[in-house]
């Protein structure tokens, strides 16, 4: 059964920032895309972040670029977001989310992938 569980979410003032963490398990990790994705408040969720598993590939969305690194302990299964320099447009429910058949230039799509996590809110305060 696939377990994607996401932790490291909170309040956090402008400019600050936060680890968010995603312990992955029920599915051979190595072999996935792995994303992060944000729904804000009267929002549609959008991509934030993917990185393929097996290496050598990432894509951010053009709002994060330079503040926000994703990476991933594939010796744990668990892939992160370290989100720097925040903003209040970056609050927001964080879902991570993983997918076997995704195309490269499709990353940032939710639809690419198969499994969610229930995710973590993160508040930024002005």
């Known amino acids: 059964q696939v377990h994607l569980v996401e932790s490291g979410g909170g309040s956090v003032q402008t400019g600050g920032s936060l680890r968010l963490s995603c312990a992955a398990s029920?599915?051979?990790?190595?072999?996935?895309?792995m994303g992060w994705f944000r729904q804000g408040p009267g929002k549609e969720r959008e991509g934030v972040a993917a990185?393929?598993?097996?290496?050598?590939?990432?894509d951010y969305a053009d709002s994060v670029k330079g503040r926000f690194t994703i990476s991933q302990d594939n010796a744990k299964n668990t892939l992160f977001l370290q989100m720097n320099n925040v903003k209040p447009e970056d609050t927001a429910m964080y879902y991570c989310?993983?997918?076997?058949?995704?195309?490269?230039?499709?990353?940032?799509?939710?639809?690419?992938?198969?499994?969610w996590g229930q995710g973590t809110q993160v508040t930024v305060s002005s």
């Open positions: 989310a993983a997918g076997r058949w995704v195309a490269p230039s499709r990353m940032l799509v939710g639809d690419e992938y198969r499994y």
């Open positions: 029920g599915f051979p990790y190595s072999n996935y895309y």
């Open positions: 990185i393929y598993s097996g290496g050598g590939l990432t």
